[in-house]
């Protein structure tokens, strides 16, 4: 009956807050500068970008000339650390569990309309894990790890209230 009566009186609640600007409906996801020693990263990043920012953020892609905002940023660090070891293996050797990826990167999403940065993270880390153990190799840590770098920008473009 609640609900019967404010839909009566005109008075809806509606959800605001978070996404990007409304002046915001296409993006130009540049490709990222990277100082890593993988260079196939910065296409992995801008494709994964590609397929997630739309689908998440509701805009669509355009070129840079005409878009709305600029999605931009720098892979600065890669590296792979063991994070969990099983020192009990046959003849005292150390065998790792589990390694992880770690990829370091700034970004930031640029409104070109307003001539200004809405959203800037810099040196974010995005972990993925893998275990040599279950036959994982180091591209599903690179994977899981790309797919937390696109999540962190979306996360960074819903923080805008």
């Known amino acids: 009956m609640l609900v019967a ?3 009566a009186t005109g008075c809806i609640y509606k959800f605001t807050g978070g996404g990007l600007p409304a002046n915001i409906r296409t993006v130009y996801i540049d490709l990222w500068d990277n100082t890593t020693p993988y260079d196939i990263l910065r296409s992995d990043v801008q494709r994964q970008l590609q397929t997630e920012l739309p689908r998440n953020l ?3 892609l355009a070129p840079q000339q005409t878009a709305d905002a600029i999605i931009r940023g720098k892979l600065s660090g890669y590296d792979e650390a063991v994070t969990n070891i099983d020192p009990n293996t046959p ?5 790792s569990n589990q390694t992880q990826v770690r ?10 309309k307003n001539d200004r940065v809405i959203w800037q993270g ?3 880390s995005a972990l993925g894990d893998f275990s040599r153990q ?3 190799t180091v591209d599903v840590g690179r994977r899981k790890a790309l797919e937390q770098v696109v999540q962190k920008v979306i996360e960074g473009a819903q923080s805008q209230w």
């Open 5 to 7: 009566a404010l839909l």
């Open 58 to 60: 509701g805009v669509r």
């Open 91 to 95: 003849g005292g050797r150390i065998t």
């Open 103 to 112: 990829i370091t990167f700034d970004a930031e999403i640029y409104d070109v």
């Open 122 to 124: 810099s040196s974010i």
């Open 134 to 136: 279950r036959g994982e």
